[in-house]
């Protein structure tokens, strides 16, 4: 091997100095490379290349440039997961599984990694980015998860506050997007009375979330949905159900109420039982968010766990029929409707999910729960009426014959969102009711909708 030693390399021509060809390798020793005065001009430890010295301005003249260095492309693909070097970049291929790069544990401004999607399969099985620490756009958490096809990552690391950015990232996507909490309470529609002396409707499933306040039939308060950006979430409020209209069918059931979006689990409340009928062998109450109460001598129907209660027995001496359950009590009468719940969620207390009366044959007007259930029908002279719209109550049982035979329809549900101003975001579908409770914002949705985050 030749070696050439001077003491100065000047440029023949020109001001521009070329150290090889197009394609060769030059080595640099580790040491120190100084100016005539004795300043450092490049020093080079181990494999860390420095140019000027501590508290040195380093100028590139214009028009002058940089040319190799920059990022190391690794040949090896990335099929598993592995833990990125500043100044690298990856082929990562998720043909066959996800994969999780973390970053170092520590970094410097400037540091770079890049990584592209080798096979376009991120849409299919994700890279998912562990930030070891540091603050990806600002954030310790969530961790960052790219899932385009085809996409080309660039992070820099911008110190301490926002940590790593992306430069590059081809959707341009916010990938620390941050949650928010949002309070609910959803209710289902209510059932429907039962015909000819039938029992009344059960209230529809009744689920909140909202200040330690309970859930139908004794249950705990719910945890807090945790809503992100941009995502649209699904608002869906249940009808109630219809009452029955002849002696060979129950009151329907209400339809269900749900929440549901990509990043949340579905909340459901389901739909309150039908009242059983007074004749033919349509007895029984149906089953629901409460039970609907039951005709004759039969057992009202089961509410569910954590949303309703079950609904009232019937009688056959003198001929009654069970009130449907409520939200809040179960109809333990023979015709009372079952008592809602109250929740001050939209700023005020307001009692829903009442169970509908059922039919009596001695007593006036047999009422309806409280918080909206229909009153059940009076023997020969007083006709049910139906659940409140927009409490999820249940439709009051039939009267004994003529036109009051007929069984009353149930309540429609209701879905309310509450959640900080700071993050409410105006974008509905709908027409929610829109207010305001200190510093929070409430969406009071009558009919189904939706709201991006």
Same mark, same amino acid.
């Given at each position: 091997?030749?070696?050439?030693?001077?003491?100065?390399?000047?440029?023949?021509?020109?001001?521009?100095?070329?150290?090889?060809?197009?394609?060769?390798?030059?080595?640099?020793?580790?040491?120190?490379?100084?100016?005539?005065?004795?300043?450092?001009?490049?020093?080079?430890?181990?494999?860390?290349?420095?140019?000027?010295?501590?508290?040195?301005?380093?100028?590139?003249?214009?028009?002058?440039?940089?040319?190799?260095?920059?990022?190391?492309?690794?040949?090896?693909?990335?099929?598993?997961?592995?833990?990125?070097?500043?100044?690298?970049?990856?082929?990562?291929?998720?043909?066959?599984?996800?994969?999780?790069?973390?970053?170092?544990?520590?970094?410097?401004?400037?540091?770079?990694?890049?990584?592209?999607?080798?096979?376009?399969?991120?849409?299919?099985?994700?890279?998912?980015?562990?930030?070891?620490?540091?603050?990806?756009?600002?954030?310790?958490?969530?961790?960052?998860?790219?899932?385009?096809?085809?996409?080309?990552?660039?992070?820099?690391?911008?110190?301490?506050?926002?940590?790593?950015?992306?430069?590059?990232?081809?959707?341009?996507?916010?990938?620390?997007?941050?949650?928010?909490?949002?309070?609910?309470?959803?209710?289902?529609? @209510? +059932?429907?009375?039962?015909?000819?002396? *039938? /029992? %009344? $409707? !059960? #209230? &529809?499933?009744?689920?909140? =979330?909202?200040?330690?306040?309970?859930?139908?039939?004794?249950?705990?308060?719910?945890?807090?949905?945790?809503?992100?950006?941009?995502?649209?979430?699904?608002?869906?409020?249940?009808?109630?159900?219809?009452?029955?209209?002849?002696?060979?069918?129950?009151?329907?059931?209400?339809?269900?109420?749900?929440?549901?979006?990509?990043?949340?689990?579905?909340?459901t409340s389901s739909g309150g039982g039908g009242g059983g009928t007074g004749a033919?062998?349509?007895?029984?109450?149906?089953?629901?968010?409460?039970?609907?109460?039951?005709?004759?001598?039969?057992?009202?129907?089961?509410?569910?766990?954590?949303?309703?209660?079950?609904?009232?027995? @019937? +009688?056959?001496?003198?001929?009654?029929? *069970? /009130? %449907? $359950? !409520? #939200? &809040?009590?179960?109809?333990? =009468?023979?015709?009372?409707?079952?008592?809602?719940?109250?929740?001050?969620?939209?700023?005020?207390?307001?009692?829903?999910?009442?169970?509908?009366?059922?039919?009596?044959?001695?007593?006036?007007?047999?009422?309806?729960?409280?918080?909206?259930?229909?009153?059940?029908?009076?023997?020969?002279?007083?006709?049910?009426?139906?659940?409140?719209?927009?409490?999820?109550?249940?439709?009051?049982?039939?009267?004994?014959?003529?036109?009051?035979?007929?069984?009353?329809?149930?309540?429609?549900?209701?879905?309310?969102?509450?959640?900080?101003?700071?993050?409410?975001?105006?974008?509905?579908?709908?027409?929610?009711?829109?207010?305001?409770? @200190?510093?929070?914002?409430?969406?009071?949705?009558?009919?189904? $909708?939706?709201?991006?985050?």
């Amino acid at each position: 091997m030749s070696k050439i030693e001077v003491d100065t390399i000047a440029p023949q021509s020109g001001t521009t100095v070329t150290l090889g060809e197009a394609g060769d390798s030059i080595n640099v020793t580790p040491g120190t490379i100084k100016d005539s005065s004795g300043n450092i001009i490049i020093s080079k430890s181990g494999t860390t290349v420095t140019l000027g010295a501590s508290g040195d301005t380093v100028s590139v003249a214009s028009g002058a440039e940089f040319v190799g260095g920059g990022i190391q492309w690794q040949s090896t693909i990335k099929t598993a997961s592995f833990t990125a070097v500043a100044g690298e970049g990856y082929w990562i291929n998720t043909t066959s599984a996800a994969v999780t790069m973390t970053l170092p544990a520590s970094a410097s401004v400037g540091d770079t990694i890049e990584f592209v999607d080798y096979a376009r399969q991120w849409g299919t099985n994700a890279v998912t980015v562990n930030q070891n620490s540091l603050n990806f756009q600002g954030y310790t958490s969530p961790n960052p998860v790219y899932d385009v096809n085809g996409q080309h990552v660039r992070i820099v690391y911008s110190g301490a506050t926002q940590g790593w950015i992306p430069t590059v990232d081809d959707d341009v996507t916010f990938e620390t997007s941050q949650t928010y909490t949002v309070d609910f309470l959803a209710i289902a529609g @209510g +059932g429907g009375g039962g015909f000819d002396r *039938g /029992g %009344g $409707g !059960g #209230a &529809g499933g009744y689920r909140n =979330s909202y200040a330690s306040e309970t859930s139908g039939g004794g249950g705990s308060s719910e945890t807090a949905l945790e809503l992100s950006p941009g995502i649209t979430y699904t608002i869906t409020v249940g009808n109630g159900g219809s009452g029955a209209p002849n002696n060979v069918s129950k009151g329907t059931s209400g339809s269900d109420s749900s929440i549901s979006g990509s990043d949340i689990t579905t909340v459901t409340s389901s739909g309150g039982g039908g009242g059983g009928t007074g004749a033919s062998a349509v007895q029984v109450g149906l089953d629901g968010g409460s039970g609907g109460g039951s005709a004759s001598a039969y057992t009202g129907g089961n509410g569910t766990v954590g949303q309703g209660t079950d609904g009232g027995d @019937g +009688g056959s001496s003198p001929t009654r029929a *069970g /009130g %449907g $359950g !409520g #939200a &809040g009590f179960t109809a333990t =009468s023979l015709y009372n409707g079952g008592d809602g719940l109250s929740s001050s969620i939209d700023g005020s207390v307001t009692t829903r999910g009442g169970g509908g009366g059922g039919h009596n044959t001695s007593v006036s007007t047999p009422p309806g729960g409280s918080g909206g259930g229909g009153n059940g029908g009076l023997d020969l002279s007083i006709s049910p009426t139906n659940g409140t719209a927009n409490t999820g109550s249940g439709g009051g049982g039939g009267a004994g014959s003529g036109g009051q035979d007929v069984g009353a329809n149930g309540g429609s549900g209701i879905v309310i969102l509450r959640m900080p101003t700071a993050n409410y975001t105006g974008t509905t579908t709908g027409s929610p009711t829109v207010t305001t409770d @200190g510093s929070d914002t409430i969406l009071t949705f009558n009919a189904s $909708g939706s709201y991006t985050g």
